[in-house]
């Protein structure tokens, strides 16, 4: 665990805002140069604080109207079988996270798919066909209200 003073803090909560935020942009955001700017963002990188930056993608914008999270669970739970699992969800493009949780489930996967028609050719044909899949349980996302942000 690293420790942050109010000055990480600030540039932590700038970068959870505006990752694309330059070490000189958040100098003058923050009342500080340029130059202790990127040292103080280098140090956080080096410390596993920022783990990347990431772009937001508007998925109704790009045509994927539907997000449904699934529950799955494996009919096997050997170490093959998870890994089996996690290798071949991963590669299916539409399912956008991969949580291994602890549950009633064994997976929850967030998929986004253009229509209702869209996301049951997903279930059918990349993820009812996955190795080790049993049951599966589906909840559609109506909204959502908060997105991640800064913790």
């Not at 955001?29 to 080096?46: C, E, H, N, V, Y």
Request: positive net charge; hydrophobic residues 45%.
């Amino acid at each position: 665990m690293i420790d942050l003073d109010d000055t990480d803090r600030a540039l932590l909560r700038a970068l959870a805002a505006d990752a694309t935020l330059s070490a000189g942009a958040l100098g003058r955001r923050l009342g500080i140069s340029q130059p202790t700017a990127w040292r103080r963002m280098k140090r956080l990188i080096d410390a596993g604080a920022i783990a990347g930056r990431r772009l937001v993608l508007d998925e109704a914008a790009l045509g994927f109207g539907v997000t449904v999270f699934l529950g799955v669970s494996l009919a096997a739970k050997g170490r093959v079988s998870l890994e089996d699992f996690e290798r071949a969800v991963s590669a299916i493009p539409e399912v956008q996270t991969v949580q291994y949780v602890l549950g009633l489930y064994d997976y929850r996967l967030r998929v986004v798919a253009r229509d209702l028609s869209d996301f049951e050719r997903v279930l059918r044909r990349r993820i009812m066909t996955l190795p080790g899949v049993g049951q599966v349980d589906a909840n559609v996302l109506l909204s959502e209200e908060r997105r991640p942000g800064p913790l």
